[in-house]
């Protein structure tokens, strides 16, 4: 059962992964639109600027359950490329239970609460011009760290079964 949970898992986060990294390509765009209004018609739109910073929330906060997937988030490798992958299994085991998944769950209950808040009282942008419903950007705190956690369980999850097929004879 495990393995195909997994799967599921990692199907999901790549799925997404895929579509998230579109964002990058928009947000791009939106960089180059507001350097050619700045800089040939002396102008700026102050919902440019936050969709901006929107955009890029998105992307970092969405995007990282897949960097964790593909492995290529920031890792020391100085020693752990050189362990046996049943010392490497131990280390994912023990760093998911004990750091990834409780600071997952402890930022998706606050920013659960922090989204609820900034939605009820219709939170929009500061700026005169700026976008409305700042609470959907804020949203994205929360559903980055449930994709992240699920790939957590994923990470604990194959750390198991590795563990589980190299067992060291009795």
Request: hydrophobic share 50%.
């Amino acid at each position: 059962m495990l393995p195909r949970l997994v799967q599921l898992i990692d199907t999901f986060t790549r799925w997404s992964g895929e579509r998230i990294k579109w964002l990058t390509t928009i947000l791009v765009i939106l960089i180059f639109g507001d350097v050619l209004l700045r800089y040939l018609f002396d102008t700026s739109k102050a919902w440019i600027t936050d969709l901006e910073w929107h955009v890029f929330a998105l992307i970092f906060l969405l995007a990282a359950a897949y960097t964790l997937k593909e492995n290529q988030h920031v890792r020391v490798d100085v020693l752990y490329t050189k362990w046996s992958a049943r010392r490497k299994a131990w280390i994912n085991l023990l760093g998911t239970g004990l750091f990834l998944l409780p600071w997952c769950l402890i930022v998706i209950y606050t920013s659960f609460e922090y989204t609820g808040h900034a939605f009820a009282i219709g939170e929009k942008s500061a700026e005169p011009g700026g976008l409305p419903a700042r609470f959907l950007v804020k949203g994205s705190i929360t559903l980055g760290f449930v994709l992240l956690m699920l790939q957590g369980i994923s990470i604990a999850f194959k750390a198991l079964i590795t563990l589980r097929k190299t067992e060291e004879p009795a």
